[in-house]
């Protein structure tokens, strides 16, 4: 009920190219869905949230969709860049779960 | 500088050792946490506390023990740990228990 399930483990994309992370929840209370970007040797930063109000958010080249019916929200990277290689991880709360359930990860090679 | 500093960032220590890591924040938040962060598994909350008292312990064994002497500060004591205690430590913190969370970059604790 708890799990965040986030696919695929790892990604290669071309630089220029869009990236893609998804994940899939079960808990029907999650209403806070944000999204960290994790750098060699650092600690993950917050990179962008949405709550199920919206479908989409979009900061800058990140863009966040959310499809409350299918219990999916993913990450699409636009225009990726070698800069961009990082490990990505999804995370929900809500309800109960006042603290955030994290996904294994995403690990995202841009190639120059 | 991310706002909460972690030290030590690499630690190496036998089974046998007891050391402690130290977490400091200095963002004026409320609520600091312990993770551990595996390779290819999600984050794992360890502990919580909230305005210097613990609020959650997720089945951590009690071969850790955290200390939390004011809001800026965290503490995470090891004893008597085991080679598959060996990961990524991370400390974060948050305004409020919840949202959003605040990481350091780590320690890198290795366990022989």
């Known amino acids: 009920q708890q799990q965040v399930k986030q696919s695929p483990q790892s990604l290669i994309v071309q630089k220029g190219g869009i990236s893609i992370i998804n994940c899939a929840y079960e808990?029907?209370?999650?209403?806070?869905f944000p999204w960290y970007q994790q750098f060699p040797g650092k600690g993950p930063a917050l990179l962008i949230a949405i709550r199920p109000d919206v479908s989409e958010k979009k900061e800058g080249r990140f863009t966040i969709s959310f499809n409350k019916s299918a219990k999916q929200f993913s990450l699409h990277i636009m225009d990726s860049q070698p800069g961009d290689s990082a490990t990505y991880f999804c995370?929900?709360?809500?309800?109960?779960?006042?603290?955030?359930?994290f996904g294994s990860g995403t690990q995202l090679t841009v190639l120059p | 500088e991310t706002g909460v500093t972690q030290t030590p960032r690499h630690l190496v220590m036998g089974m046998t050792n007891k050391k402690s890591l130290k977490c400091e924040q200095h963002?004026?938040?409320?609520?600091m946490y312990w993770y551990k962060q595996s390779a290819k598994k999600p984050l794992e909350l360890m502990f919580v506390y909230n305005f210097k008292e613990q609020t959650e312990n997720n089945s951590v064994p009690s071969r850790f023990s955290p200390e939390c002497p004011n809001s800026s500060h965290l503490f995470l004591h090891l004893h008597t740990l085991q080679p598959e205690d060996s990961a990524l430590y991370l400390c974060a913190s948050s305004q409020e228990r919840g949202l959003p969370l605040h990481f350091g970059n780590g320690t890198r604790l290795t366990v022989t």
């Open positions: 808990n029907t209370a999650f209403d806070y």
């Open positions: 963002l004026g938040h409320n609520a």
């Open positions: 995370a929900a709360s809500g309800g109960s779960a006042r603290q955030l359930t």
